[in-house]
């Protein structure tokens, strides 16, 4: 677990590859703290002024990753939020010290869970040349350790319900507020 600094905007930040359920959960979370809940795909959009599909047919994924990092900037400004990042978030190193402004929380399933979850969404663009399910197992091993960085704790959301992996976050998060603010 990195280290943790006193985060007074006290925002959590869900990071995870797609399908791991960062926007579902976040809006339960939100919902349940009584916080306003942010997607940076959405941000993205509305800066773009296009679909993300759109964004990488048209523009490719490096202008996709700068305009994420933006998005990004945006979410952080806010306070008390609950923050659903894009899945390629943590590719780009200058966005773990916006992602450091809070506590993170990285959602994490297995690739088969993951497949299950994504393989009908048509707004998910192909990352790679690989079959999808073999794309998703190459992507979590190339992803994993900037995960692994980014993140302040982590829930397997292959192995509970939607209620139970909100609230285990949610005891999580508070933990860590808690131990925040008790090393002031």
Excluded: W
């Amino acid at each position: 677990m990195k280290n943790l600094l006193v985060k007074k905007m006290k925002n959590l930040f869900l990071i995870g590859y797609r399908g791991t359920g960062k926007t579902v959960l976040g809006e339960r979370i939100a919902k349940e703290l009584n916080k306003n809940f942010v997607d940076t795909d959405k941000i993205i959009i509305e800066i773009a002024g296009k679909s993300i599909p759109n964004i990488f047919a048209q523009d490719g994924e490096e202008k996709f990753r700068e305009i994420e990092t933006q998005a990004l900037e945006k979410a952080t400004a806010m306070e008390n939020v609950i923050v659903s990042c894009g899945g390629g978030i943590i590719m780009k190193e200058r966005n773990f010290p916006l992602l450091a402004k809070g506590i993170v929380c990285l959602l994490n399933a297995d690739a088969e869970t993951i497949y299950d979850r994504i393989y009908n969404d048509s707004n998910r663009p192909a990352l790679t040349n690989k079959d999808p399910f073999e794309e998703i197992v190459h992507m979590l091993k190339l992803r994993g350790p900037l995960y692994e960085k980014a993140k302040d704790f982590e829930i397997n959301t292959a192995l509970g319900g939607k209620e139970e992996c909100v609230n285990e976050i949610i005891k999580k998060f508070n933990e860590l507020i808690l131990q925040n603010n008790n090393s002031d």
